[in-house]
């Protein structure tokens, strides 16, 4: 048994399809190490918005963050949040007040 369950292993194959390179691989699967961070990602892979290898990094660091560095969550954020635009993050001018 080489330690790597049957989730990760799957969980690989799911992001070979969004990536197929060994530092994007090895770059997740580094931060997913938990049971629980594997399936969240799996979840994300297959139900999440705007998925690609970008977005897959920050959210596998996330994960790491909040399970291992909870300090680092100078934000408070306790859920992933995700703005795909920018446009989408500075608020207009009708609305700057």
Same mark, same amino acid.
């Given at each position: 048994m080489n330690g790597v369950t049957?989730?990760?292993?799957?969980?690989m194959y799911k992001l070979m399809d969004i990536k197929d $390179?060994? #530092?994007f691989l090895l770059g997740v699967l580094t931060h997913v190490r938990h049971p629980d961070d594997t399936e969240e990602m799996i979840?994300?892979?297959e139900h999440g $918005? #705007?998925?690609n290898d970008?977005?897959?990094i920050l959210f596998?660091?996330?994960l790491s963050n909040r399970r291992y560095h909870p300090e680092r969550n100078l934000a408070g954020n306790d859920t992933w949040v995700f703005i795909s635009r920018l446009e989408d993050a500075i608020p207009g001018e009708d609305e700057k007040a």
């Open positions: 049957e989730r990760q292993n799957y969980l $390179d060994y #530092d979840y994300y892979l $918005d #705007d998925v970008q977005n897959v596998g660091l996330w």
